[in-house]
């Protein structure tokens, strides 16, 4: 399966992205898929939301919950990550990554894709 992000770019702090990751190779349904972000000045990346490739569920850090949600749109094989409200520390670059339902680690990723969002 390929993971392909896109919909970064520059915002001013309170404005909106949308982030998209289209699945290719499989059917997003099969996988739980999650967004991480790397922000400047930290090598790992992290977490910040899921959602379950298909049926109810998503999962968000603290930092983005009431900001930030995911949907998914199964016609099309994409997952989206609408980004309101945009904070300076906010600004990073933004992957997405799927994973098997029962597995821990995310095995599947995107390349990252930037936002930078100035105050």
């Known amino acids: 399966v390929q993971l392909q992000a896109s919909g970064g770019g520059l915002a001013q702090a309170g404005e909106s992205l949308r982030l998209s990751c289209g699945v290719s190779g499989s059917s997003l349904s099969r996988y739980i898929m999650g967004w991480f972000r790397r922000v400047p000045g930290k090598e790992e990346r992290e977490f910040i939301a899921?959602?379950?490739?298909?049926?109810?569920?998503?999962s968000y850090v603290e930092a983005v919950k009431g900001r930030f949600s995911v949907s998914r749109d199964r016609t099309k094989n994409t997952v989206y990550l609408q980004m309101n409200s945009l904070k300076p520390e906010d600004t990073g670059v933004y992957y997405c990554?799927?994973?098997?339902?029962?597995?821990?680690?995310?095995?599947?990723w995107g390349q990252g894709t930037q936002v930078t969002v100035s105050s």
């Open positions: 899921s959602a379950m490739g298909s049926g109810p569920g998503t």
């Open positions: 990554a799927a994973k098997y339902r029962g597995e821990s680690q995310y095995r599947f």
